[in-house]
């Protein structure tokens, strides 16, 4: 089982460009998420999927958008790509009984 | 006050010895407490869970402290392979996790 996997894993984008995140998992989990982690703060949770067809808004939405394709793939929409959007970007199931949450190996974003 | 607060480190500690830090949480409603691990350029993943009796988990100790707010990790018999960031995480009143920046921990031989 692969688990949870993105891609791509490395994305050099000019201002303006837009471009897809992808994550595809096969825990058969209902809860998908996006995280961005930047240096020096925690995760931070730009929206989430709790089923198949629900998306929600996280803490930091703005500039983003996602598709829960179906359960297995929740993707990440970059529309037009800012510097401030340069991340390091992780996709992230949740397994309900134990609360924990599995992720992927995320994707290095660099907007210039 | 943050929501979650950790001393981002680094903790430089010698092969062997006991280390132990802490993470100060401000939502009192919070229920639920983790622990992860982040190696450098990787995914985090859990270490363990905290629980209101405080939990074991071999040469790792996890406690939680509802009065004054905060969990704390302890890590026995230190290993070079312990050197890593340790997240600490809760969850908010809408059962989301909120996440640490981190305690960047380096085990010297």
């Known amino acids: 089982n692969a688990g949870v996997t993105q891609t791509p894993k490395f994305q050099v984008l000019k201002t303006g460009q837009s471009m897809t995140l992808q994550c595809a998992q096969d825990?058969?989990?209902?809860?998908m998420y996006w995280y961005r982690q930047d240096p020096g703060m925690g995760l931070r949770l730009i929206y989430y999927?709790?089923?198949?067809?629900?998306?929600d808004k996280g803490e930091v939405p703005n500039g983003y958008n996602v598709s829960r394709l179906n359960k297995r793939e929740f993707s990440l929409r970059l529309e037009s790509a800012a510097p401030s959007q340069t991340s390091v970007y992780f996709c992230?199931?949740?397994?309900?009984?134990?609360?924990?949450?599995?992720f992927g190996p995320g994707t290095r974003l660099l907007v210039l | 006050r943050k929501e979650v607060e950790q001393d981002p480190g680094p903790f430089n500690v010698p092969e062997g010895a006991t280390v132990a830090f802490n993470c100060t949480y401000s939502?009192?409603?919070?229920?639920?407490f983790f622990w992860y691990r982040q190696d450098c350029r990787k995914e985090p993943k859990l270490l363990m869970s905290?629980?209101?009796?405080?939990n074991e988990d071999g040469r790792f100790t996890a406690q939680l402290n509802r009065a004054s707010q905060y969990i704390s990790l302890l890590i026995r018999d230190s290993k070079l392979s312990d050197s890593a960031t340790y997240l600490c995480?809760?969850?908010?009143?809408?059962?989301?996790?909120?996440w640490g920046a981190g305690t960047k921990l380096i085990i010297k031989p």
């Open positions: 992230a199931t949740h397994r309900e009984v134990v609360e924990t949450q599995y």
């Open positions: 825990m058969n989990h209902n809860s």
């Open positions: 999927s709790a089923s198949e067809g629900t998306t």
């Open positions: 939502n009192s409603a919070s229920q639920s």
């Open positions: 905290v629980y209101s009796s405080g």
């Open positions: 995480v809760f969850s908010d009143s809408n059962y989301q996790l909120i």
